[in-house]
C-alpha cells in the first residue's frame, strides 16, 4: 500500500517526491530529465522541489517543460536564496522562479537556509506572496533548532508549513532534538537526500553489507531499502 499525507493543501500526497538537484546543467540532458520528471508524476509522485539555486535556473526551467500541461498534478516546491529573501527581494525572486517555471502560482517557497535578512522581514515577504496569489504555502529549509525557535517567536512563524533538511539512514542528527521539536510544534520534516547524496557516503550506504544482505533477504535493491527507512523513520515506525 502506499503510503501518504496531507500536506500543503494535498491530501493523500504520496511521502516520496521528486528532487531536481544537478538537473538543468547540461543542456544535452534536458529531454532525459522532462522525461524523468513526467514518468515520476506518472507513477504518482507529485511533489516536485526544486530551486532558483539549482542550476541558477535552469532546474526550475526543467520543471516548467516537465510540467507543461501537467501543473494540476503537482505539488511545486521552489526556494529562495536567504540574500533574496528581504521583503522586496523575495517578490521579484519569487516571480523570476514563476517565470521559469512557466506557472502563476507555487504551492510551497521555502528560504533554503538561514542568512542575515531578519527573520521578521522575509516573514512579511511570503505573508505578501500569498495574498497575491503567488505561494500557497511557505517553509523553510536547513533550519536547525535554534532558527526554528526563534522561527515560532515572530508573530507569523507558527504559519511555516514544514522544514526541509538533511536525513537520511546515515545523517539521522535531527533525531535528538530538530525533529521532536517540529513533531511537537506540529511542524512536518521533509527530508532531502534519502539515498544519501552522491560520493564515498553514497557507496558506502549502496555496498553496505549489512544493508545488502536485508535488501537481498526482503528482494529489493538498497535504494528501496533506504527510501521504505525513511517512511518508516517519518512515521515513528524505525527507532534504531
Not at 504520496?14 to 544535452?28: D, F, H, K, L
Not at 514518468?39 to 532558483?52: C, K, N, S
Request: aromatic share 8%; with cysteine; net charge negative.
Amino acid at each position: 500500500m502506499r503510503n501518504t499525507i496531507n500536506f500543503a493543501g494535498f491530501s493523500d500526497l504520496p511521502v516520496i517526491g521528486q528532487g531536481t538537484w544537478y538537473m538543468g546543467e547540461n543542456p544535452a540532458q534536458r529531454a532525459d530529465e522532462v522525461a524523468a520528471l513526467q514518468a515520476g508524476l506518472e507513477y504518482g509522485l507529485q511533489l516536485i522541489d526544486t530551486a532558483e539555486m539549482y542550476a541558477d535556473g535552469g532546474a526550475e526551467e526543467v520543471v516548467g517543460q516537465a510540467l507543461l500541461g501537467r501543473r494540476d498534478r503537482a505539488l511545486l516546491v521552489s526556494k529562495v536564496y536567504p540574500w533574496n529573501a528581504g521583503e522586496v527581494d523575495a517578490i521579484a525572486a519569487c516571480e523570476r522562479s514563476l517565470r521559469r517555471l512557466q506557472t502563476d502560482y507555487l504551492d510551497l517557497y521555502l528560504l533554503h537556509w538561514r542568512g542575515n535578512i531578519p527573520l521578521e522581514e522575509t516573514l512579511r515577504a511570503m505573508e505578501r506572496l500569498q495574498q497575491q496569489g503567488k505561494i500557497r504555502h511557505w517553509g523553510v529549509s536547513n533550519f536547525d533548532t535554534d532558527d526554528m525557535a526563534e522561527l515560532w517567536d515572530e508573530e507569523k512563524g507558527e504559519a511555516c508549513a514544514t522544514n526541509q533538511v538533511l536525513y537520511h539512514l546515515a545523517s539521522r542528527g535531527i533525531e535528538f532534538d530538530l525533529l521532536p521539536a517540529c513533531q511537537q510544534r506540529g511542524v512536518p520534516v521533509m527530508a532531502y537526500c534519502p539515498l544519501a547524496q552522491a560520493g564515498r557516503l553514497r557507496d558506502s550506504l549502496f555496498t553496505d553489507p549489512q544493508l545488502t544482505q536485508i535488501a537481498q533477504q526482503k528482494g529489493i535493491s538498497v535504494a528501496q531499502l533506504l527510501l521504505a527507512w525513511g517512511d518508516s523513520s517519518a512515521r515513528g515506525d524505525c527507532h534504531s
